[in-house]
């Protein structure tokens, strides 16, 4: 047994009383929260590209960052917000279609963060840790921001629940029901961009969409009625953050992974269990 990290039970307590890991543990079960509440809206509006996008381009936010030595945090918050608004600007602007308009400004913002990335000299360990994530490093003011961009997001999502209901299935009858749409829309993508910027510390860059989208998609496939799927989609994405970091402790693994490996395992093992039952049936 000595792949494993934590050999016993006593080991696993002994680690969970580390301040870091209870910090990670808050981590986990806030982002869990905030990425199962979002993820909902991301899937059913189709906006898993846009989360995506923002998060690769994130990478230009970081590097300037490092370039001029400043925390990469405050540098993403800015950047993903400012991107997030210029790209729906931009696809209500032009007569391209939204996944032709994303894939163009993703790359352009992607060859400008990896050029900026070449320039930075000597160490580059805090670019490192926000490409693939790090939630054991998260500090008191990542878990304040992510506190803070939960509660913004639940009072905006869940005080309109019904307009947002409305406006994720039909946009149409919204607009003809005097629902502000643009308005929810733009805020809504507000709330996205923030999001992915704090989760990108813990899962990273390139594993910051399925951290969205995989515990939304698991509870679609269970849930029917949409406050259940809402509910289950935060359930699912809390518990597998918090089993994500266990089996990162017990491993040794990198723990922005561990996450997203436990959120597709218990996907697919969702996927199964249905598919199973509707063949007995």
Partial sequence: MSWLAVTTANDLVTLLQFPFMQRAIAGAVLMGILGGLLGCFVTLRQLSFFSHA??????????LGVLL?????WMLLPFTLVFGVLVIYFIDKTDLAS?????IVL???LAIGVILSSLIQGYRGNLMAVLFGDILAIDQTDLILTLLVLVAGSIFLLSTLRQQILLTLNPDVAKVQGIPVQLYRYGFVILLSLAVAVAIKAVGVLLVNAFLVIPASTAKLIGHHFRCFLLQSVIVGSITSIAGIIV???FNLASGPSIVLVQFLVFVAVFSWIKLTIKTT
């Avoid at 923002?54 to 590097?63: D, N, P, S």
């Avoid at 030595?69 to 945090?73: E, V």
């Fill in 54 to 63: 923002v998060g690769h381009a994130a990478l230009v936010g970081v590097a």
């Fill in 69 to 73: 030595q400043l925390n990469p945090t």
């Fill in 99 to 103: 996944d032709s308009v994303l894939s």
């Fill in 107 to 109: 790359s352009g913002a």
């Fill in 248 to 250: 990162s402790g017990l």
